[in-house]
């Protein structure tokens, strides 16, 4: 059994601040773990991925994510945001022929 | 390569009528899913196929829907009848083969609305 879990619905950070998004995970094997986002209207596009190799992973547009197996997170940071971000951000945990997305965080930019 | 490439890009429609949505995946690819997203329940797989054969169709909602896929380089979900309920954003996503490991390329959508 595998389930993922984003910890916050909505996040908003002015921008050039730091972007956090939470990300918890439970699997029964050992898992895959990628990061999505979707901009308004458009469909989902693939940030970074995790496939047990190095722990830092480092994706699109400054984004990274740490793979964390003792805290079961794969959280999503980036130095800096731009109005760009803006956008929704999906969590997936995958393992055994099964996909699991998280309900999705919006990340609103302030100017 | 085109990408997946979704047909058609929105769909109004009035209830009780058929729907029929379609999927062409990218080339080579070996695993097809369908997905609904709306903003009550967000992002649903629906179904997904493995080298043309239904894997799991455990996100059907209910006997008014079905997924084809005929050979590897078309995939139809159909809707018949349909009802209000089913207005969403329909996605087909492609994959390489292992699924565990490759990421997932997305179609633009459908956009469905039954009126």
């Known amino acids: 059994a595998q389930s993922v879990t984003q910890l916050d619905s909505h996040v908003s950070v002015s921008e050039g601040t730091p972007v956090l998004l939470r990300c918890n995970y439970s699997s029964s094997y050992s898992p895959s773990l990628f990061w999505y986002v979707q901009h308004p209207n458009k469909g989902l596009q693939l940030l970074l991925k995790y496939t047990s190799a190095a722990t830092l992973v480092k994706g699109i547009n400054g984004f990274e994510a740490e793979f964390k197996k003792s805290e079961t997170s794969f959280h999503l940071t980036k130095p800096s945001a731009h109005m760009s971000d803006a956008a929704e951000y999906f969590c997936?945990?995958?393992?055994?022929?099964?996909?699991?997305f998280g309900t999705g965080t919006r990340l609103t930019i302030i100017p | 390569d085109a990408g997946v490439i979704q047909s058609p890009r929105h769909e109004v429609t009035e209830m009780g009528q058929e729907v029929t949505l379609r999927c062409k995946p990218i080339s080579g690819h070996d695993y097809l899913f369908w997905y609904r997203q709306t903003m009550m329940r967000g992002l649903e797989l629906l179904i997904y196929?493995?080298?043309?054969?239904?894997?799991?169709d455990s996100g059907m909602p209910e006997d008014r829907f079905s997924a084809k896929m005929p050979n590897a380089s078309f995939s139809t979900l159909k809707i018949q009848p349909s009802e209000p309920r089913d207005s969403a954003v329909y996605f087909c996503?492609?994959?390489?083969?292992?699924?565990?490991?490759?990421?997932?390329?997305f179609g633009p959508g459908t956009r469905l609305t039954v009126l």
């Open positions: 997936v945990v995958s393992g055994n022929e099964k996909l699991t």
């Open positions: 196929f493995n080298n043309n054969v239904p894997i799991d």
């Open positions: 996503a492609s994959s390489l083969m292992p699924l565990e490991v490759n990421e997932q390329f």
